[in-house]
């Protein structure tokens, strides 16, 4: 991500990056022709699928480095009950619309902090939190690799091909699920320590409720590679079946 208060300078560092980016694939491209890969293109997908899972394991490593240090800890969407800085219409009774674009009415759920001093059982939460959640972002990668990897030498519907979907689709399930919802835990405990009660007369408290959502989406991924899973299988099976017909 490339952020800045200067769109021009925005715009040029994105494009380094993407030049940069670019300069990689070429790269890859080059050397899967300089080994006369069976397929350039599978080739490239795969090596760029296992640079993803690196940097993805880079990331969990660096994540619980900081799990097992003092250092202040980033929490994205920390639960809080703010008390608006102005009088909104919504708030006055009797308003009437004066036809102009104005704001009506505003709250805001959550905010991003940085809390020091936490302990190590909400430190060990949240970095839990964040590692699941940060293994499902690696699991595409994992699969992509495997699949072109396969196919690169001609053996696309081998059983470990079936076996490492079946593997991802549980991984993205257990993981996908469990990660957000570690998180919102540690984050609602959090606000708790560090701010006052809801009912407290102040500016910004913490949140009034609990609020635990488990995502969907890993379910349906979760099918998804499992039904890819079967069906490789079933591929497996008849391309023994059709070599021995050979």
Not at 14 to 21: I, T
Not at 214 to 228: E, I, K, N
């Amino acid at each position: 991500m490339v952020s800045g208060t200067d769109l021009p300078t925005v715009l040029l560092w994105g494009g380094v990056g993407l030049a940069v980016v670019a300069a990689i694939v070429a790269l890859m491209v080059w050397d899967a022709r300089r080994r006369k890969s069976p397929s350039v293109l599978l080739d490239v997908i795969a090596a760029m699928a296992r640079v993803w899972v690196a940097i993805v394991l880079l990331g969990a490593g660096l994540l619980i480095i900081r799990g097992f240090t003092t250092a202040p800890y980033d929490i994205a969407a920390m639960p809080i009950s703010p008390a608006w800085p102005t009088s909104l219409p919504c708030q006055t009774s009797g308003y009437e619309p004066t036809g102009a674009t104005e704001l009506y009415c505003a709250s805001a759920d959550t905010a991003h902090a940085t809390v020091s001093g936490l302990d190590g059982g909400l430190r060990a939460l949240l970095t839990a939190g964040d590692l699941l959640s940060l293994l499902v972002l690696g699991v595409p990668g994992l699969v992509i690799a495997v699949l072109s990897q396969r196919a690169v030498v001609g053996a696309a519907f081998a059983a470990r091909t079936s076996r490492w979907l079946l593997i991802s689709a549980i991984i993205v399930l257990v993981a996908g699920t469990l990660g957000p919802m570690l998180t919102d835990i540690g984050s609602a405990l959090v606000a708790q320590q560090v701010l006052p009660p809801a009912d407290a007369n102040v500016a910004v408290a913490a949140g009034r409720t609990f609020s635990i959502a488990p995502p969907l989406w890993p379910l349906g991924v979760a099918l998804g590679l499992a039904a890819l899973s079967v069906i490789f299988r079933q591929g497996a099976r008849l391309q023994r079946e059709t070599e021995g017909l050979v």
